[in-house]
């Protein structure tokens, strides 16, 4: 701790009590509050309403504790595509006491392997689909053991072997919660470290005054939930202030643009790649329900942020560094 800087926090909102589960905060309190029946996760094959996805992690930490003999400060890879089970997966972990470390899914063996050894992983779960390459690196970690594939795979017989109530870990609000990995664009990955309250301060900065979300918002974007850039914008801020977020599993320009349409997305989370693709496809779209725009992951250019401007009538936020600062 000594090594620790030196934070300070005066914002009212920043100030945490010293027992936190971030979990507890995003999920239990909402059910607390009365949220239960409103929808908090939209998906491409299910919906989950917020007692939904409270009974669904409660059973995920239940396996992971009972189970897998999982306790708190172990770490847990995830590996899938956006989808409300891996929403759930990574709330079951903060709620068990876990270490989450998000990975992205189009990272191979080699990649894994680095990122696990790092990280000092020992469970993991796994989209069924993905699986062939972390099973790779797994064995030169010499630690990942317990690889529990989901989505037609080990974890969905789990949960019905165990019960759908379970006690938040009374971790501290400076326990680490996520491990999340940079790029490696200067050398190999290096893993920044987020307590349960970063994982809050994130929204209650970012998400309370720069984006004002509201409960009746609806998040939508591209970026996986295993980069930072996604999980603090299409989970965490959304269920912070007790929203819906959609996510989406194969994104391509017109998929996003027809999920905006549908569920009336008013905040859009994507990189100005994206940005750039959109604007060509807005004549067939119907993209009113936006509000606020959001722009991370590479460098924005100018004419990207005026072309978008000139297109809808909103000018882009330009985000850079949630790896490092969790947004």
Same mark, same amino acid.
């Not at 504790?65 to 770490?75: A, F, I, K, M, S």
């Not at 994982?199 to 005054?209: C, F, I």
């Not at 391509?252 to 994206?274: G, K, S, V």
């Given at each position: *701790?000594?090594?620790?800087?030196?934070?300070?926090?005066?914002?009212?909102? !920043?100030?945490?009590?010293? +027992?936190?589960?971030?979990?507890?905060?995003?999920?239990?309190?909402?059910?607390? @509050?009365?949220?239960?029946? *409103?929808?908090?996760?939209?998906? #491409?094959?299910?919906?989950?309403?917020?007692? =939904?996805?409270?009974?669904?992690?409660?059973?995920?930490?239940?396996? !992971?504790?009972?189970?897998?003999?999982?306790?708190?400060?172990? +770490? &847990?890879?995830?590996?899938?595509?956006?989808?409300?089970?891996?929403?759930?997966?990574?709330?079951?972990?903060?709620?068990?006491?876990?270490?989450? &470390?998000?990975?992205?899914?189009?990272?191979?063996?080699?990649?894994?392997?680095?990122?696990?050894?790092? $990280?000092?992983?020992?469970?993991?779960? %796994?989209? =069924? #689909?993905?699986? @062939?390459?972390?099973?790779?690196? =797994?064995?030169?970690?010499?630690?990942?053991?317990?690889?529990?594939?989901?989505?037609?795979?080990?974890?969905?017989?789990?949960?019905?072997?165990?019960?759908?109530?379970?006690?938040?870990?009374?971790?501290?609000?400076?326990?680490? %919660?996520?491990?999340?990995?940079?790029?490696?664009?200067?050398?190999?990955?290096?893993?920044?470290?987020?307590?349960?309250?970063?994982?809050? =301060?994130?929204?209650?900065?970012?998400?309370?005054?720069?984006?004002?979300?509201? $409960?009746?918002?609806?998040?939508?974007?591209?970026?996986?939930?295993?980069?930072?850039?996604?999980?603090?914008?299409?989970?965490?801020?959304?269920?912070?202030?007790?929203?819906?977020?959609?996510?989406?599993?194969?994104?391509?320009?017109?998929?996003?643009?027809?999920?905006?349409?549908?569920? +009336?997305?008013? %905040?859009?989370?994507?990189?100005?790649?994206?940005?750039?693709?959109?604007?060509?496809?807005?004549?067939?779209?119907?993209?009113?329900?936006? *509000?606020? %725009?959001?722009?991370?992951?590479?460098?924005?250019?100018?004419?990207?942020?005026?072309?978008? /401007?000139?297109?809808?009538?909103? *000018?882009?936020?330009?985000?850079?560094?949630?790896?490092?600062?969790? /947004?």
């Amino acid at each position: *701790r000594e090594q620790w800087p030196e934070f300070r926090f005066d914002l009212p909102e !920043l100030q945490y009590p010293q +027992r936190l589960n971030c979990a507890t905060v995003l999920l239990d309190d909402a059910i607390a @509050e009365g949220h239960g029946q *409103r929808v908090a996760v939209y998906g #491409t094959h299910e919906q989950l309403t917020y007692a =939904a996805l409270q009974e669904r992690v409660n059973r995920i930490a239940n396996v !992971l504790v009972q189970q897998l003999g999982l306790v708190p400060g172990n +770490r &847990v890879l995830l590996r899938g595509a956006n989808t409300p089970m891996l929403a759930a997966l990574w709330l079951a972990v903060m709620k068990a006491g876990g270490i989450a &470390v998000t990975t992205m899914p189009m990272l191979r063996a080699g990649e894994l392997s680095k990122v696990a050894i790092k $990280a000092e992983v020992e469970f993991a779960f %796994c989209d =069924a #689909t993905l699986v @062939e390459e972390l099973q790779a690196a =797994a064995k030169s970690t010499g630690r990942l053991n317990r690889i529990v594939p989901y989505g037609g795979g080990d974890l969905e017989p789990r949960l019905q072997q165990v019960s759908a109530d379970f006690a938040a870990a009374p971790t501290a609000s400076d326990d680490v %919660c996520l491990l999340a990995f940079t790029s490696g664009t200067t050398g190999n990955p290096k893993a920044t470290m987020h307590f349960h309250r970063d994982v809050l =301060a994130m929204a209650d900065v970012v998400g309370r005054h720069l984006l004002e979300t509201q $409960a009746d918002d609806i998040h939508i974007g591209s970026p996986p939930l295993g980069f930072t850039f996604g999980l603090g914008a299409l989970l965490v801020f959304p269920l912070r202030f007790r929203a819906a977020t959609v996510l989406i599993e194969q994104v391509t320009p017109d998929a996003l643009l027809a999920a905006i349409a549908r569920f +009336r997305a008013t %905040c859009l989370f994507t990189a100005p790649t994206m940005y750039r693709a959109l604007a060509t496809r807005l004549a067939d779209h119907d993209l009113s329900s936006l *509000r606020k %725009c959001v722009s991370a992951g590479e460098a924005l250019p100018k004419a990207t942020s005026d072309l978008w /401007h000139a297109k809808t009538g909103i *000018r882009l936020i330009d985000g850079i560094g949630a790896t490092e600062m969790i /947004h």
